[in-house]
T-cell receptor, first 110, second 118 residues
Framework: DAKTTQPPSMDCAEGRAANLPCNHS???????VYWYRQIHSQGPQYIIH???NNETNEMASLIITEDRKSSTLILPHATLRDTAVYYC???????????FGPGTSLSVIP | GAVVSQHPSRVICKSGTSVKIECRSL??????MFWYRQFPKQSLMLMAT?????????EQGVEKDKFLINHASLTLSTLTVTSAHPEDSSFYIC??????????????FGPGTRLTVL
C-alpha cells in the first residue's frame, strides 16, 4: 500500500481556510485518498475521499493533483471545533484495513 | 445513520483483572470490525481484524491470548483485555465496516473506551 507524508502540525486563524497537504507519491492507479480527523479523546471521523477528481462535501474539499502524487484537504472557514488531528490515508479497495499514520495536528486559533 | 457505539466509555480496573469492551453497529450490519489502541499523543494502532463467525486476525506484535476478540453477530464485537496490567492502560477504539458492494471503504468508528489499570 502507498504511504503518505503529512506535516506534523499546522495553525490556522479562525474563519480562514485551512489547507492541509498530503504527499502520496507512490500511490497506484486504483488507490483512493481518504481523509479522517480525530478530535481529542474521540473516535476518528470520516471527512472525504477521492480517486482523481476534486471532491467537495459539506465538511471540506479535496484537491488531488493531476499526477495524483499529492492532495490538499481544504476546510473553507475553519472554526475552533475544527481543531483536531487530520489523517490522510490511501486505500485500495473496500476491503483494505485503515492504517493511520501520525497525521497533522491542526490548531485553529481565535 | 452508520453509528457505532462502544461500552463502556471509561473503565478503571485493578491489575490482574479482565475487562470486556463492546462495540456495536447500531443501524447497519458489519461483517468486519476492527480494534485499535491509542496511547497518549500517538496515532491509532490497529490491533486486530474481527470477522463475524470466524477467528480474529491479529496484527504483528499483538498477543491474541491477551486481547480476546469475539464477533458473535453482525452488529457486535467484543474485546476482552485479560489479566490487565498498567501498561494496558490506553484508549481502545473500534470500527465497523459496512459492506457497500463497491470500491468505497465505508468504515465507521466508535467513540472509544478509556481503560485505566491501577
Amino acid at each position: 500500500d502507498a504511504k503518505t507524508t503529512q506535516p506534523p502540525s499546522m495553525d490556522c486563524a479562525e474563519g480562514r481556510a485551512a489547507n492541509l497537504p498530503c504527499n502520496h507519491s507512490t500511490i497506484s492507479g486504483n488507490e483512493y485518498v481518504y481523509w479522517y480527523r480525530q478530535i481529542h479523546s474521540q473516535g476518528p471521523q470520516y471527512i472525504i475521499h477521492g480517486l482523481k477528481n476534486n471532491e467537495t462535501n459539506e465538511m471540506a474539499s479535496l484537491i488531488i493533483t493531476e499526477d495524483r502524487k499529492s492532495s490538499t484537504l481544504i476546510l473553507p472557514h475553519a472554526t475552533l471545533r475544527d481543531t483536531a488531528v487530520y489523517y490522510c490515508i490511501v486505500i485500495k479497495t473496500s476491503y483494505d484495513k485503515v492504517i493511520f499514520g501520525p497525521g497533522t495536528s491542526l490548531s485553529v486559533i481565535p | 445513520g452508520a453509528v457505532v457505539s462502544q461500552h463502556p466509555s471509561r473503565v478503571i480496573c485493578k491489575s490482574g483483572t479482565s475487562v470486556k469492551i463492546e462495540c456495536r453497529s447500531l443501524d447497519f450490519q458489519a461483517t468486519t470490525m476492527f480494534w485499535y489502541r491509542q496511547f497518549p499523543k500517538q496515532s491509532l494502532m490497529l490491533m486486530a481484524t474481527s470477522n463475524e463467525g470466524s477467528k480474529a486476525t491479529y496484527e504483528q506484535g499483538v498477543e491474541k491470548d491477551k486481547f480476546l476478540i469475539n464477533h458473535a453477530s453482525l452488529t457486535l464485537s467484543t474485546l476482552t483485555v485479560t489479566s490487565a496490567h498498567p501498561e494496558d492502560s490506553s484508549f481502545y477504539i473500534c470500527s465497523a465496516r459496512r459492506a457497500s458492494g463497491g470500491a468505497i471503504n465505508e468504515q465507521f468508528f466508535g467513540p472509544g473506551t478509556r481503560l485505566t489499570v491501577l
